[in-house]
């Protein structure tokens, strides 16, 4: 059974920096791809960025493109996820979450493990 465990959430101002990472309890050497989800009060989850297992394919979602950066580092078994020039629009609780499928999904319903997630509210 796979676990994710989000930190790094937070208060922060707008235009300011966080970075969220996501620590994964599986130990075994399997090809996870990773993702950030996030659902802002009364939305629905949306894909914000993803990466393949070897890291070097990434995905962003429109809204992130230019602002974030998804990264892993697989030795650590940690995902992570840079914020820059967050926006009070950015207020959500973001979700990590891992698939088995070969490249990197942007359906939520295409990733079977899931952190609790981990709240960041930005100010303006």
């Known amino acids: 059974q796979v676990q994710l465990v989000e930190s790094g959430g937070g208060l922060v101002q707008a235009g300011g920096s966080l970075t969220l990472s996501c620590a994964l309890s599986?130990?075994?050497?399997?090809?996870?791809?990773l993702a950030w989800f996030r659902q802002a009060p009364g939305k629905a989850r949306e894909f914000v960025a993803g990466?393949?297992?070897?890291?070097?394919?990434?995905w962003y979602a429109d809204s992130a493109e230019g602002r974030f950066t998804i990264s892993r580092d697989n030795a650590k078994n940690t995902a992570y996820l840079q914020m820059n020039d967050l926006k009070p629009e950015d207020t959500a609780v973001f979700y990590c979450?891992?698939?088995?499928?070969?490249?990197?999904?942007?359906?939520?319903?295409?990733?079977?493990?899931w952190g609790r997630g981990t709240q960041v509210t930005v100010s303006s």
């Open positions: 979450a891992a698939s088995t499928e070969p490249l990197v999904p942007q359906d939520s319903e295409d990733y079977a493990y």
């Open positions: 599986e130990r075994t050497y399997r090809n996870y791809a």
């Open positions: 990466v393949s297992w070897s890291g070097i394919n990434t």
